[in-house]
């Protein structure tokens, strides 16, 4: 398995922008499809974005797209999420998983730690 730890969360105003990073250890990062999901409190985990194992192809959940860009360093073995426009219903613990195809994380996969984004009125 890959293991993944998240960066760059943080406290930001409405309106803000913030940039979330995913490394990567273990096997061989362009392998796997990769993706971000989110957590609110007292709501489950759903889909944030994805990207294909390239970075040619990118999906986004309706509620974030225009305004989250996910790419990929394949290079730095790191994939990103950036983040612009945010509002305060994006207040999450952010996670990156692996594989992910489509909208679904593959089990068992790998995931990281999380990251809180806190977006504030």
């Known amino acids: 398995q890959v293991q993944l730890v998240e960066s760059g969360g943080g406290l930001v105003q409405a309106g803000g922008s913030l940039r979330l990073s995913c490394t990567a250890s273990g096997r061989t990062f362009s392998n796997y499809g990769m993706g971000w999901f989110r957590q609110a409190p007292g709501k489950e985990r759903e889909f944030v974005a994805q990207i294909s194992r390239s970075g040619g192809s990118t999906l986004y959940a309706d509620s974030v797209k225009g305004r989250f860009t996910i790419s990929r360093d394949n290079a730095k073995n790191t994939m990103y999420l950036q983040m612009n426009s945010l509002k305060p219903e994006d207040t999450a613990v952010y996670y990156c998983?692996?594989?992910?195809?489509?909208?679904?994380?593959?089990?068992?996969?790998?995931w990281g730690q999380g990251t809180q984004v806190t977006v504030s009125s």
């Open positions: 998983a692996a594989p992910v195809v489509g909208r679904e994380a593959s089990y068992p996969g790998s």
